[in-house]
């Protein structure tokens, strides 16, 4: 737990630089380091090297870009806490596109306080809370001149696009970013004015599959009913990857799957999550799933199989009396402790080449895979985080998971070994990835608070 005292005068010392520390992000967010986009390399690169600047003024030390061949990862540190854990701060600088520009009430890249938050693309996701992080340090420095504990700051600018770059530098760099902890502040609470810690995500794999037919598409006239339709034959094939009951039914697709504990399962239970609701904010009655779990264990901590995308045969206005000679799908499974990709990834193409149905042939490419990550609830790192936000937000947080994958997430658990703590400061009212993003700057005052007490309760 942060020295009661120590707290005191850093919340000080932020709460007297708080419009200066604004300032710093609008410039941040001026940026448009869009990494999606082709033509706004030269500004991601712009966007990398102001980052560096500010990382250098905040008091870290050897700071530069490190290359990924893509769009630069801006590294820095501060290692004068000998004895003391050493923690690595991640996030990233680059943002989804503004599209559709007309839907946003100020410009993307003009922010703009209105009623308590700050609009802008990238406000919420990431670079507020990256920024968070670095006026904590500073904070931290200007009032004692040391931090108490070891810094590291990995925040990379190809994290929408899959973070391929950085994925491969951590793996080459263990020496450099070694750390007993990964703190990770790209989230957001479970709901407002709720602090909360996500423990874990799921993992992914993919697979794409093409059932042929005939050597070229037919006439329906001439060959329908005498032979067998490609597209037929893959949807009966993804019919069949599920029971009535919800469950996927590749055999030893839930091997290796983790069960609940009772105290998990009453700690979701206990969350303000409404349903009903949750529903029909996307316009739906009723939900669906594995028989037996509530919403929230079906995303969190249950494994899936989803077909996101289908297509052959004719898609043209009108119609076309055509047996297409080929179907495709694409399919992805989210995975959860402790299934393995690669053995998911199997199952699945062995049980679609079991049961490709009679006058058709299947071939199944299996695509990438990342494990699931979860730290435990136990783990001291998790309770100076819970103790952290306590002490800046007046209120215990909630321990929850992510339905989601972070892409460089698994890799720091493979190179590094180290626990993964997700930490975020955004709302689920922020709109990241829409028009019209935002940050809440309550949020953003207390996030810098509960961050510096952090770094003080594991000092
Ligand atoms: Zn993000």
């Avoid at 060959?223 to 590749?250: C, F, K, S």
Wanted: include cysteine; charged fraction near 20%; glycine fraction near 12%.
């Amino acid at each position: 737990m942060a020295d009661p005292e120590a707290f005191r005068r850093v919340q000080q010392r932020l709460r007297s630089g708080a419009e200066e520390g604004l300032a710093g992000l609008k410039e941040f967010l001026r940026l448009p380091t869009i990494s999606t986009l082709p033509e706004f390399a030269a500004d991601l690169r712009r966007g990398a090297q102001w980052l560096a600047a500010r990382m250098q003024a905040a008091g870290l030390e050897e700071v530069r870009l490190l290359e990924t061949g893509g769009h630069p990862t801006v590294y820095g540190h501060w290692l004068h806490a000998p004895g003391r854990p050493t923690v690595l701060v991640y996030g990233h600088y680059d943002v989804q596109p503004a599209d559709p520009l007309d839907l946003w009430t100020t410009p993307p890249f003009s922010p703009e306080v209105r009623d308590g938050r700050i609009y802008a693309r990238g406000a919420a996701d990431d670079k507020g809370q990256v920024w968070m992080h670095l006026q904590a340090v500073h904070a931290l420095l200007e009032t004692f001149g040391r931090l108490p504990c070891n810094l590291k700051f990995l925040v990379e600018g190809e994290e929408e696009v899959g973070s391929g770059g950085v994925i491969r530098l951590v793996a080459q760099e263990r020496q450099r970013l070694a750390a007993d902890l990964v703190v990770v502040s790209d989230t957001a609470f479970f709901a407002p004015g709720l602090p909360s810690l996500s423990l874990g995500l799921r993992g992914l794999c993919s697979l794409e599959v093409e059932v042929r037919g005939p050597t070229r598409d037919l006439h329906s006239g001439e060959y329908g009913g005498a032979v067998a339709n490609p597209l037929h034959a893959l949807a009966e094939l993804v019919a069949g990857l599920h029971d009535a009951r919800g469950r996927v039914t590749v055999p030893g697709f839930y091997d290796h799957v983790r069960p609940l504990r009772a105290d998990e399962r009453a700690a979701m239970a206990a969350l303000p999550f409404d349903d009903a609701q949750w529903l029909a904010a996307v316009g739906l009655e009723s939900g669906w799933g594995e028989e037996g779990f509530s919403s929230l264990e079906r995303t969190w901590a249950r494994p899936t199989l989803e077909i996101n995308g289908m297509w052959g045969g004719f898609q043209g206005a009108g119609g076309k009396t055509v047996i297409a000679a080929t179907a495709h799908a694409k399919i992805t499974c989210r995975l959860v402790p402790d299934q393995q990709p690669r053995a998911v990834l199997r199952a699945v193409r062995e049980h679609l080449q079991a049961h490709c149905p009679p006058g058709v042939h299947i071939s199944v490419r299996e695509g990438e895979g990342s494990p699931a990550s979860l730290v435990s609830v136990e783990s001291p790192m998790v309770t100076a985080a819970a103790d952290a936000l306590e002490l800046a937000f007046g209120r215990r947080p909630v321990f929850v998971r992510t339905g989601g994958s972070i892409g460089v997430v698994p890799a720091f658990r493979e190179a590094l070994g180290a626990p993964v703590v997700l930490m975020g400061f955004g709302l689920p009212e922020d709109r990241i990835h829409a028009p019209d993003e935002s940050l809440d700057l309550d949020n953003f005052r207390r996030g810098q608070e509960a961050i510096a007490a952090y770094w003080l309760g594991l000092g």
